[in-house]
């Protein structure tokens, strides 16, 4: 860089939120409306796993069994990913980082690359209805949209109403019994960033317990705003 000009920092936008709150969900919403890219460490971690990296082989059981996968491997898998160009439009980071030791990396990585958080935004729900909210859902393998057997199915029985597609697939973890493990890593490691971010000045609290495309507008005014 000749440093005559420096291009303005794209945004980054974090979705916090135990399982189930629904980040994957609005993360596509808003990676369709505002031109971001969607970085799902829980994706990235199952790519791994099913293409039988070093990393996702130590991933595999882990996860599996709910709990988080070492600081190290996500980290890693994260940074790489973040090297790729097209995230220089901007980034929203969902289900990363979950850990204070991950919030500490991302925060110096960001600083690197003189690019700041924009909003760290905390889907509030109520755990009890995560449960009903898990183990209905469904994607489509297709194109990855998500689906939910009574919240959000598709318009025609099996096929995807966005690309056609299919290949409907549920997640191994997915289940009643690993719901209450990723519920009690979520309230132990991950609910303290909220504290966190609070501090920097960059959270936002919304409920999101209420209808989709509702949350998805608020988010929308969110993402406008912060990114303007
Ligand atoms: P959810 O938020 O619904 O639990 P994810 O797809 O984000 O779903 O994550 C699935 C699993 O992947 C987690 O239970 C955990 O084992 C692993 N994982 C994803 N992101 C991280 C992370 N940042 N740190 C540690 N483990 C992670
Ligand atoms: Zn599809």
Redesign the pocket.
């Known amino acids: 860089m000749d440093g005559s000009k420096t291009p303005a920092a794209a945004p980054v936008l974090i979705l916090l939120g ?4 629904g ?2 969900t609005q993360a596509r919403m808003l990676e369709d409306s505002f031109g971001l890219v969607q970085l ?4 990235l ?2 790519t791994a796993v099913k293409a039988g990296t070093p990393a996702g082989k130590a ?1 595999k059981a ?2 599996e069994a ?6 190290d491997i ?1 980290i890693a898998i ?1 940074r790489d990913r973040l090297a790729e160009p097209d995230t220089a439009k901007g980034v929203i980071l ?6 204070g030791a ?1 919030a500490e990396a991302l925060d110096a990585l960001l600083a690197e690359n003189r690019q700041r958080i924009n909003a760290a935004i905390s889907l509030e729900v109520d755990d009890a209805a995560m449960v009903t909210r ?1 183990s209905g859902r469904f994607t489509c393998g297709g194109c990855g949209e998500g689906y939910h057997d009574s919240f959000k199915p598709t318009a025609k029985d099996g096929i995807c109403d966005k690309c056609g597609g299919t290949d409907m697939q549920r ?1 191994a ?1 997915d289940t009643a019994e690993t719901v209450a493990s ?1 519920l009690e ?1 979520y309230h132990a490691q991950t609910a303290p960033l909220i504290a966190h971010y609070d501090q920097q000045g960059a959270l936002i609290r919304i409920d999101a317990m209420g209808a989709i495309d509702d949350i998805a507008g608020q988010l929308a005014a969110i993402a406008t705003r912060v990114t303007a």
């Open positions: 135990p399982p189930g709150a980040k994957g799902s460490t829980g994706d971690l199952r991933a882990v996860m709910g709990d988080l996968v070492s600081d996500v994260l969902d289900g990363f980082p979950r850990t991950q898990i997640r973890d990723r890593a």
